[in-house]
């Protein structure tokens, strides 16, 4: 790929600059920000940005969210029959009817091209507005760049030694100092005994996602087995979604409207892992329809984790008050979706570490089982800063 350089006197003029050469498409490499030290009329600083000009992207991230439900494949359910009764044709291929790869990175797609040019666009445009300020400023200028601030902010900060004033140091720095505070807790899938898993969440959070990701992973890579209980009756075509999941699963699934036929339900599957799903409830919601605490309640023979799933581009504001809403049952660790979308992830650590929440698993796409994770500490990191280059 042949990279131009292009100067401005900020991020904006140089970024300006790439578009009126090679139009908004253009594909930035690196973007930085040049100074001689100096201040006052001595001073001389500038953005540099190298670019080229676009190449065809090979699916766009909206393909993934506008994919067509299996449902709507009419050659999917012979595909999915011929899934659940030979396994001749993977899972992930019988549920995502479009599975070619979507991006360059199969993983989790933290650097997918977009993003990427995001964050080094912001990067920039931060170590141009902290230029001149004292170290710590700019560290916090930075983190909340990232989605952090505040108390959390400062904590990051707190006791790990002089913060270094280049840019390039600044990130490594930051990155080992959210090292050290960060919680998270891999491995909720391997445990044994017989168990329950419920996610809870905003609507569209990504629960059933989630949720039929982590049945796929349990079923098919640990040959757990799994049940399914869904509690979420409102919204249309939940239901016919997870009998298409149970089905080529091969696990049992159940509705329930209120606590007693939860209970008949949770006493008529037999297995180990149980997961229940959810409707979104929203901040605001004072209606109180809300049966996940009574179910519950009733359950005696499991251990019971209740999952927060947020979508990462949450600010930490609107995380807190999503956590907020989900008092009883206490949530016992947070799911990360939608990390293919966001271009900030601080702010729900920040929200997860508020409520002393450790991060369970990540999401990096609608993909099911493909795009789900154990959390882990560098792979959270990343998320966060991108990955070191
Ligand atoms: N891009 C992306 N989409 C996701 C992810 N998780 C779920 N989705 C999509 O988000 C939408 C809502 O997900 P769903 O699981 O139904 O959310 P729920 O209302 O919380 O159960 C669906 O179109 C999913 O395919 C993710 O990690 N990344
Ligand atoms: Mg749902």
Not at 148 to 158: F, S, V
Not at 269 to 274: G, M, N, V
Not at 335 to 345: H, I
Request: glycine share 8%.
């Amino acid at each position: 790929m042949q990279y131009q350089t292009f100067r401005g006197s900020n991020v904006n003029e140089a970024l300006a600059a790439v578009r009126a050469a090679f139009g908004p498409e253009a594909v930035i490499d690196s973007t930085r920000y040049v100074t001689n030290g100096r201040r006052g009329a001595m001073g001389h600083s500038y953005v540099e940005v190298s670019a080229a000009p676009p190449v065809e992207v090979k699916a766009p991230f909206a393909a993934a969210l506008t994919a067509p439900m299996p449902a709507a494949a009419p050659a999917r359910s012979s595909a999915a029959r011929t899934a659940s009764s030979t396994r001749t044709i993977p899972f992930a291929q019988a549920v995502n009817p479009v599975h070619e790869e979507r991006r360059s990175d199969p993983s989790l797609g933290f650097d997918a091209g977009a993003i990427e040019q995001e964050l080094r666009a912001l990067r920039a445009l931060v170590d141009e507005l902290t230029a001149g300020r004292t170290p710590r400023d700019q560290a916090l200028t930075q983190l909340r760049a990232y989605g952090i601030e505040g108390d959390y902010a400062r904590q990051i900060l707190k006791g790990k030694g002089r913060t270094p004033s280049a840019p390039s140091e600044l990130r490594g720095f930051l990155r080992s100092a959210l090292a050290s505070e960060l919680k998270v807790v891999s491995g909720l899938l391997e445990t044994s005994g017989p168990r329950l898993l419920a996610c809870v969440g905003p609507t569209g959070a990504g629960k059933t996602t989630t949720l039929a990701k982590l049945a796929a992973r349990a079923r098919l890579d640990l040959g757990v087995s799994v049940g399914v209980i869904s509690l979420d009756t409102h919204r249309v075509g939940a239901s016919e979604q997870w009998k298409r999941y149970a089905r080529l699963l091969g696990i049992p699934f159940h509705v329930a409207t209120d606590a007693a036929s939860f209970a008949r339900a949770e006493a008529e599957i037999d297995c180990e892992l149980l997961l229940v799903d959810t409707p979104g409830r929203s901040p605001s919601d004072e209606t109180d329809s809300w049966m996940l605490p009574e179910c519950l309640e009733r359950v005696t023979e499991r251990e019971i984790a209740v999952l927060a799933v947020l979508p990462a581009w949450l600010t930490a504001r609107d995380a807190s008050r999503v956590l907020n809403t989900y008092k009883t049952p206490a949530p016992a660790a947070v799911v990360l979706t939608k990390l293919d979308e966001a271009s900030t992830v601080g702010g729900v650590l920040q929200a997860a570490a508020a409520g002393e929440l450790p991060i369970a698993f990540l999401c990096g796409g609608p993909r099911v089982p493909d795009d789900l994770a154990d959390a882990r500490v560098e792979s959270v990191l990343d998320a966060v800063f991108g990955k070191p280059s």
